[in-house]
T-cell receptor, first 116, second 113 residues
Framework: EAEVAQSPRYKITEKSQAVAFWCDPI?????LYWYRQILGQGPELLVQ????????DSQLPKDRFSAERLKGVDSTLKIQPAELGDSAMYLC??????????????FGPGTRLTVL | GDSVTQMEGPVTLSEEAFLTINCTYT??????LFWYVQYPGEGLQLLLK?????DKGSNKGFEATYRKETTSFHLEKGSVQVSDSAVYFC????????????FGKGTKLSVIP
């Protein structure tokens, strides 16, 4: 069964350092999402891609976060500089088209970030 | 805007007990509704979904019926097992054109032998 891959699974960094997370969606899925999940809460969208284009990044803190999906396949999310409040689980998800409300989003295992 | 409200946890049940986790929603129109499950240290897995009113989603003994009259999508299971211990999230797609998922806060279920 195809899965969404993410790496690393765990990342510990010091504040003011740069971190990067990688996601490889299910093959053929045009839509890719990055969510942030703070401990004890539900995930919240950071950015959504349709192929290589950003569809929604209204919740992405653009002064320190950036995301790209250059060839419309895998994606990288970067934080520079990291702050204590960025400690969370970062989840990547993908769906076939993203263009309808019936599409199922499939999630990867996540990257647990701890900022010291 | 669109929102999801779940019953607050944590919920602790004995093995073989009946489970209900309440979920109500506020949305424009009649969106699809989803239940996801998150096991400790892992990402989210789709548990079940319903795409229109009166649909019943089911998987692994879990069921939920899309009730537009009460704007609800309660999760039920007749006999829980220790392996069902996890956090359960109700969600709906929102945002015209983007259909990002809006999640409830999650309900943590612990099943004891």
């Amino acid at each position: 069964e195809a899965e969404v891959a993410q790496s690393p699974r765990y990342k510990i960094t010091e504040k003011s350092q740069a971190v990067a997370f990688w996601c490889d969606p299910i093959s053929g899925h045009a839509t890719l999402y990055w969510y942030r999940q703070i401990l004890g809460q539900g995930p919240e969208l950071l950015v959504q891609f349709q192929d290589e284009s950003v569809v929604d990044d209204s919740q992405l803190p653009k002064d320190r976060f950036s995301a790209e999906r250059l060839k419309g396949v895998d994606s990288t999310l970067k934080i520079q500089p990291a702050e204590l409040g960025d400690s969370a689980m970062y989840l990547c998800a993908s769906s076939t088209t993203g263009g309808t409300s019936t599409d199922t989003q499939y999630f990867g295992p996540g990257t647990r970030l701890t900022v010291l | 805007g669109d929102s999801v409200t779940q019953m607050e946890g944590p919920v602790t049940l004995s093995e073989e007990a009946f489970l209900t986790i309440n979920c109500t929603y506020t949305a424009t129109g009649y969106p699809s509704l989803f239940w996801y499950v998150q096991y400790p240290g892992e990402g989210l897995q789709l548990l079940l979904k319903a795409t229109k009113a009166d649909d019943k989603g089911s998987n692994k003994g879990f069921e939920a019926t899309y009730r537009k009259e009460t704007t609800s999508f309660h999760l039920e299971k007749g006999s829980v097992q220790v392996s069902d211990s996890a956090v359960y999230f109700c969600a709906l797609p929102s945002g015209a054109g983007s259909y990002q998922l809006t999640f409830g806060k999650g309900t943590k279920l612990s099943v004891i032998p």
